[in-house]
């Protein structure tokens, strides 16, 4: 399970935007949402920006995502650290 959490914009360039989450950064495309500047919240999912965000709104989401997350505890963790073929670990 991979959860999404929105994202700031540090840099627009010709082929997308880099984005900033929880000190992490990473490269999201913009072909869905091109009007997007540094500063703006948004939504990534699979590698695109798929909606622009009010800061309020991020800041609603990512705190409801959170207590959700920290809720559900670790039954609800993914279990990539087991090979499903073999049942050992990667």
Do not use: N
């Not at 627009?12 to 490269?27: E, F, H, K, L, S």
């Not at 920006?49 to 039954?75: F, K, N, Y």
């Amino acid at each position: 399970m991979c959860i999404e959490l929105p994202s700031q914009v540090l840099e627009v360039d010709a082929t997308g935007v880099t984005v900033i989450r929880d000190g992490r950064r990473r490269r999201a495309s913009t072909l869905l949402v091109p009007d997007v500047a540094p500063g703006d919240w948004v939504y990534v999912a699979a590698g695109t920006v798929i909606q622009r965000l009010d800061p309020d709104e991020a800041a609603h989401i990512t705190a409801t995502l959170r207590d959700a997350i920290s809720r559900a505890g670790p039954a609800t963790a993914p279990m990539a650290a087991t090979s499903p073929a073999t049942g050992g670990t990667r």
